[in-house]
């Protein structure tokens, strides 16, 4: 279009066609700005364009239009038709850009996060379920650990009671008959031979003690 | 003595074993609990790189959230195959259902991106 343009602005000034110069000018001002205005919504997708860009095609038409009784070379005509075709064309590509745009915020903006938020709270749901289960069961598990350290802190203290008894029991068994019989083989070396030789029928290492002191008794 | 030494011990035993239970119970829990946060993930990262696609329309973030949709989706397996409860089997089903549809708009916006930036260069 700015170019058809650029070449209308010749024309008129080789043919000194004051008004259609001017016309032009405006016409190529407008086109400028339509160029401008579709660049930045596309690329700024920004609605406020929409309206200036609506303007600026009324205002290029509105100088096409107007350009139309000032044509008088077959030349200035040609590119009048190129560029109301091209203006046409221009537009409907802008609708159709447009609309696409209108689709591609709708579904970023209305249909993707409505997805969005399905995906995030049936991934939330369970997430959430499964650490309060992790934290009951946790809490669960630690009385149990408590518990467990209890009862083995009296097992522990049982069988140390216990241990203690049976050393204690073993220690008394072997002193007791060995003290009874230290106090035996004191009475015969002082002549006593009436005293009985206990721990005789131990059937261990004590009783074989005991029968050897019964000699001396003999 | 004996006889509290024995049921002590039996009583410690059954406890062990509740133990060992509940820390079985625990990890379903938790790998639970990792599943699903991973599709939570995956899929933010996925919905980030699309919302930069969508603002740069680069070819990078394009593939970032094209990769991050096949991770998804493996990681929808995984949790479709880990997740035993089935009310929360039926919530990742839901879940993958919306993301295909999710996908499926997000390639409708990436044609009609291609399309403008034809119409700009």
Redo the contacts between chains.
């Keep these: 279009m700015i170019a058809d343009l650029h070449e209308f602005v010749k024309e008129a000034e080789a043919e000194s066609n004051d008004t259609l110069l001017t016309l032009s000018f405006e016409a190529r001002q407008h086109a400028f700005l339509i160029q401008i205005y579709t660049?930045r919504f596309?690329?700024e997708q920004k609605q406020e364009y929409g309206a200036k860009i609506s303007k600026e095609f009324e205002l290029f038409q509105n100088y096409l239009d107007r350009m139309e009784a000032h044509l008088h070379t077959e030349r200035e005509r040609e590119l009048h038709v190129e560029l109301s075709t091209l203006r046409k064309t221009y537009h409907d590509?802008y609708w159709e850009?447009r609309h696409?745009?209108e689709?591609?915020a709708r579904?970023?903006d209305e249909?993707?996060p409505r997805?969005?938020a399905?995906?995030?709270k049936?991934?939330?749901?369970?997430?959430h379920?499964?650490?309060e289960?992790?934290y009951e069961?946790?809490v669960?598990?630690l009385k149990?650990?408590a518990?467990?350290e209890a009862?083995?802190l009296?097992?522990g203290g049982?069988?140390t009671?216990?241990g203690f008894i049976i050393a204690f029991s073993i220690a008394r068994g072997i002193s007791q008959p060995v003290s009874a019989t230290t106090s035996v083989m004191d009475a015969l070396t002082h002549g006593n031979f009436s005293v009985e030789v206990p721990a005789q029928d131990r059937g261990d290492e004590i009783s074989e003690m005991a029968r050897a002191v019964q000699i001396y008794q003999r | 003595?004996?006889a509290?030494?024995i049921v002590?011990?039996v009583?410690?035993f059954w406890?062990?074993m509740?133990?060992a239970h509940?820390?079985e119970?625990?990890e379903s829990?938790?790998i639970?609990?990792s599943l699903?946060?991973d599709?939570?993930i995956k899929?933010?990262k996925m919905?980030s790189a699309?919302?930069e696609f969508?603002q740069k329309e680069d070819t990078k973030s394009e593939t970032e959230t094209r990769n991050y949709s096949e991770q998804l989706l493996g990681a929808i397996a995984a949790a479709k195959k880990g997740?035993t409860?089935e009310s929360?089997q039926t919530?990742?089903l839901?879940?993958e259902e919306?993301?295909k549809?999710?996908f499926a708009?997000?390639e409708?916006?990436t044609k009609?991106?291609h399309?403008?930036a034809a119409?700009?260069t």
């Design positions: 660049g596309l690329l590509i850009l696409d745009q689709e591609i579904l970023m249909a993707m997805f969005s399905i995906i995030i049936n991934t939330e749901q369970p997430e379920e499964a650490a289960r992790e069961v946790r669960r598990a149990a650990i518990l467990v009862e083995l009296i097992i049982i069988g009671v216990i | 003595m004996i509290v030494f002590v011990l009583l410690s406890n062990f509740t133990i509940e820390v119970d625990m829990a938790a639970e609990l699903a946060a599709i939570e899929f933010l919905i699309a919302r969508v997740i409860i929360h919530l990742i839901e879940a919306a993301f549809s999710y708009d997000f409708i916006v009609l991106k399309e403008h119409y700009i």
